[in-house]
């Protein structure tokens, strides 16, 4: 199921699934993360988001107890990506809802579907890289870190085609990419 | 929490590190009493659930006054007419439906946990939640890890490993059941393993130690019924209490307003009490599992570095500390120090205790309810007392002893256990306050300062075992400590055992005011025999002899007050350990042995000589007032003089423990109770015995000659008499010497705090050895002796007073309850079955008309066998109605009285008239039905109404 929703086409021009946009740059920046993304990926992206927001409070009998110090990237990454995601779709609803009808069947179908991320304005691009240092900072990642992995999203995000690696949605295998830690990110949906 | 050890090393304890599996950890038995605690409450609040009713409507109508009577007018009202009683009870108790269904309910509760209990790891393991390990090992180092991680800790069968999706913090969980256990670790741990490999291990080594402690199937145990109990108890339970509050009618308002309202709490109460409890428990786990897993190759940074991020606690410290009681895990500086100095596993902490107390009463409340049993002070042998000993000694017991223990070994301060039982006494007494037995109808019991009582006498239990446990640790030299220690626990038992069979059998009585009630018919339930009146009695003596008597009143207590100096005797006869103990040195794992061991601990020549001297002297006292009754003869007739030979025997008795125990307290310097106990009970036991004799042989000295006749040694009812006095006095002496020495030996253990100990000085072993072994053993076998012989003759002899005579109160005058009493005795007369014998009887009389030929209707003939069956039912029912309480207002009562008898009658006569066939007698006897009914029946029912109605009105 997870697979299916992970290649599933957005009928959106040049957009990419936030969970592949994760995957590119953790099997880049941090590929001992990806089997945690791929446990991550399991989910659908609402669960995912209230995992990550959520984190690991849960005081359970017999654990080894709560307050480790694992910073990982994989959940700065996906939150600051979730938070630019979702205000670029607010955005689209304020025009939907000007649009009518048409526009609201497509956000409510949009719901269920693996949230997107369009193509971003350079402001957007800076907003983004912003983001990804603040929420590092509430994860513990120190600045120069965060830093790095702000910019090697927004580099990835805005590399020229020709730069990519060949690995997309259309190969169908998205869900495997962390077995080819070099891959980059995949073409746009069509 | 004051300091944080960043690094364990520089964290070096004060002592040396003690083992800490040196002494059981009772944590098991917690959890036991937890999941006994949830199953009586069960029991208790599926009977509400199922209508059983815990009203004391039969009370009420057998005439008491639970509102605003004192305790001896409420037994008293209860025993005049307890046939009827008992009765009212059995008609009102449950059904057959009702204890089918309440059967059922419980099997339901039981087979819900038991179900959940094997569907919670199925539930947790589920494939959408976790994967299994191999799915994110595809080289196999991850499971080769594992598995040598499981033979590190020994186990002999691996436990299953997933990894729980997307978690990302550091951490695993283990749950399961018996012989299937489950290790989850987090997504965020398996990712960190390369970073951190020992962290990995430490953390995964942890969990096994869980596995390998036990902890998992009993902690699940818990948590499943628990969750069912909340849904097929407590809810139905909440349900049903609401609903009694909500359909109330006004006249029972003001009597079962607060039994409802206390149902609620007991509800809220349970929650509390259970989730404490159990974080509590789950909190002392995990400690043992970090000591384990450090001891199984763990690494200390991993909890190093927790506990540099937690910080140390700021001005949210009260905050913090709230919020940790209720969490599994303590906090990771405790954790981090506990590596090195497991204190924290030896500490006495009040939350365990008092939750312990609490949970005991409950239990004991709930799962043997004494019913009218608490009122009438009847013994009643169940296995609750022992049991709840059991458990109160498994839990508070072994941790006193532990903790002695352990400041032994680490040469720290021995605590002093005054303050433990001070917990453990205030949840026996919150416990109490929770649930209805004592307050009853009312908000709170008439004399909730009797709870201090079983407040104190908790306390003396915990500190006498505190004291005697430093002294046979101090002394055991013979295989493990365990062996030890299992002498004073046996002892901690015996004491408990009597502590809550004395506070089962007479808290009603206490929190009644009976403790202070000087009136004749209080005092008679002593003194009938004595020939006194009340006015002959001074009212203290009347509350020290109301205590005493009634812990005297069973071979338990009287068994338990030997042991409270005996044990300390014994301890103190071992004399210190010469040399080290092999379990001191298994326990220190060659440590530096701590001074306290083979140290003198505790010098009883003293107090023992000064116990020998005055017991002597008291020989001599009583020699003299004996003589000078010989040759004066101030006292008239000879029974007279018996009277106050018994009383002057008991006195000296009484007066030499007390003085000799105030004495040794006073002059000792540690160990002041002990000493205090030891030397007041050795004073009691040389005076006693020295009088019996002096008793026994005064026929053949002239001089002493008072009572016996010959030189023979007496018998007969009053040398029985002084005998059993005299028994009762040393039990009584040891009582009031700890009553006494108790606040005495508190205050200069007070003082002993803030000054530091002096160190014994060395006593001569070598001479004082078999000396001490001698005395004790003296001391010992007289004492028992006694004790047995008394106890023996005591059983054998004729039927005697054992018992406080209750019966001796049916006379006692009911005084005039208040209107809102009153209608309450008025409903519950009707509700318990008045209102159904005047239906009854309005019935047959209603038949019995229309069975009667009408003059205006040829047609309607006599009815011969309809009118039969009316008369006998009145018949039946006027008798039925004798063994039915009375009603509940003596002015109504008359009129009941009088109108039964003639219904009766007149039912007879219409019997007889029927089989004479005379069948002209018979509308006169039909008319006597009415006018019964209309001048007697109507009037009382009348009456009730507008008695009730006053009572409303009046709130």
Redesign the interface.
Known sequence: MTNDMEIRQVNTEGRYQIRNIVRYVIADVAPEELPYLDGLCRFDDKTILRRLKRGDRSDEPLGFGLGDLVTLLTPILWLALEETARRAADAAVDGAVRQGKAGLRRIFKRRKEPMTVPPLTPEQLADLRRRVIEVGARHGLELPAAERLADALVVRLVLPDGDRPAFGPARGDAGQAGDDATGGLPEPHV | MSDLPLDPTAAAPAGPRVDQRVLNAGTTMRFVLLLVLMLASSAWMLRSVVGFGTSNMCAYAAGADLLDGDYVTIVAALLDQYDALQACEARHGPGALGQWLYAGMFLLLLAAAGTLLWVLPLWKGRP?RV?PVEM?DSRGDLRAELAALVAAAGLARAPRFV?????????????GRPGRYIISL???L???R??DPRGFRT?VL??LA?IRNG??TI?YAT?ALWRVFVVVVLLPYLVRTVEILVRLPPELRRGELPLATRNLLLAAFMVVLVYLA?ADV?RS??IYADLDALAWGGDAETWR??SA??GRPGRVQAFARFARLW???PS?NL?LRSLTDPAALFDLQALPVFLAGAATWLIMHQLFPRGLAQWSGKQIDTLATPVAAAVLTGIVGVAVCRSVTHAVLTSRRVPSGLRTGLWLGAGLAVGELTTNRLAVNQWAPPHPEALLLVVFAAALVTWWTAQCAELWVRAWRWGSIRLGTMVVLAATWLLFAALLHWWNLFDTAYAYGWLFDTSDAAVQLFLSRSGMTASEIVPAVVTAFVVVGSVASSPLEVSAVSVLWLVPLLGWALGPARGVPGWVSRALKGARVPTMIGAPHVDLRRPLLISALTGVCSWGVFTAAMASMHLWSPIGGASQRVLVSMVLCALIVVVTALVVAVVVAVLTERYQLLAALVSGGAAAVIAGVGIFFLLGTSGCVPLLRTSAVSCSWPSGTAWRGVSFLLFYALVAALLIVAAVAAPVAALRERCRREAPAPVPTAVSRVRGFDARRVVAAVLTVVSVGSTTAFLAVWHSGPPSRRHLEFADLVSVRQPTPSPQVRTLQAAAWFHSGGGELVDDILDAYQRAGSALPEATDPSRRLDEARLRGACTDIHTTARRSDTFFRVPDRQSQELWSRGLDRLEKAAGDCLRVLDEGDHTLLVRTVNEFSATINETLLPVMRRLISITRAGIASQ
């Not at chain 2, 997307?166 to 749950?175: D, H, L």
């Open positions: 959408g994967v994110v990894v729980a999706s997307g978690k990302a913090g550091a951490n695993a969980v283990t749950f987090n997504d965020g398996v990712v960190r390369a970073a953390i942890h969990e869980h902890d998992v902690a948590v159990r789950l786990r995990e570095r927790r991020a937690e969490s599994t895990h990771w954790r």
